[in-house]
């Protein structure tokens, strides 16, 4: 894998974290998209961004953004973003969300970024290389039972599957630990720190 790309992406990801703390206020303006979702300048500052710097570095590879895209036909590599996974907090002051950003090649995750910008943690893996939180290694959680273990999740109106009397069951019936989030890549990232045991 060329190093630019993982330079290119840890610094998209700590110039969107500086975006994101200067315009984190409360009484934050913001529009409600046609999926029912919300959007803020800062998501579309951000993905705009990143865009602009793939043109510029990678010409020839195409941007898959939750707000814009960038094609590139039959490009074989593109860029997944979100430029803030977890805009309903963040737009109501709460400071649990992350930048996101994978490069694929062929279809096939090869490179990923996720940035905690409050906590100022990011964790960067590479397909075969495993997984990195400021430059340390991570690795899952031991933890081997249901009874007890830690369950991060996220709920909202639009899922397409009736996830919350699942999450209920089984964490009444093991007795499992869970907290409510409203990013994924958020509880992905203690998932991959081995602070909690599922998502």
């Keep these: 894998m060329s190093k630019g790309y993982k330079k290119l992406a840890i ?5 969107a974290g500086g975006i ?10 913001r529009q409600i998209k046609k999926d029912g979702s919300p959007v803020t300048k800062t998501d579309l500052a951000i993905n705009r961004m990143v865009i602009e710097a793939v043109k510029k ?13 960038h094609h590139i036909k039959n490009a074989k590599y593109a860029w997944v973003c979100d430029p803030i996974d977890g805009t309903i907090p ?7 969300c992350c ?3 994978a490069l694929v090649r062929n279809g096939v995750p090869i490179l990923g970024v996720a940035y905690d910008p409050f906590g100022k943690r ?16 991570i690795h899952v959680s031991k933890y081997r039972q249901l009874k007890g273990a830690y369950l991060g999740h996220c709920l909202w109106s639009r899922m397409q599957y009736p996830m919350k009397g699942f999450v209920d069951d089984i964490v009444f019936n093991y007795k499992m630990q869970y907290f409510p989030e ?8 203690l998932l991959a720190a081995g602070e909690i045991e599922a998502i």
């Design 122 to 137: 990011m964790v960067v893996a590479e397909k075969g290389k495993g997984a990195f939180l400021n430059g340390k290694r």
């Design 182 to 189: 409203g990013s994924i890549v958020y509880v992905a990232m």
């Design 57 to 69: 570095d990678f010409p020839g590879h195409r941007v898959i953004g939750e707000e814009e895209n």
């Design 99 to 101: 930048f996101s950003l």
């Design 11 to 15: 610094d998209l990801a700590k110039k």
């Design 90 to 96: 963040f737009s109501h002051g709460m400071p649990t």
């Design 20 to 29: 994101i703390r200067r315009n984190f206020v409360l009484g934050m303006s």
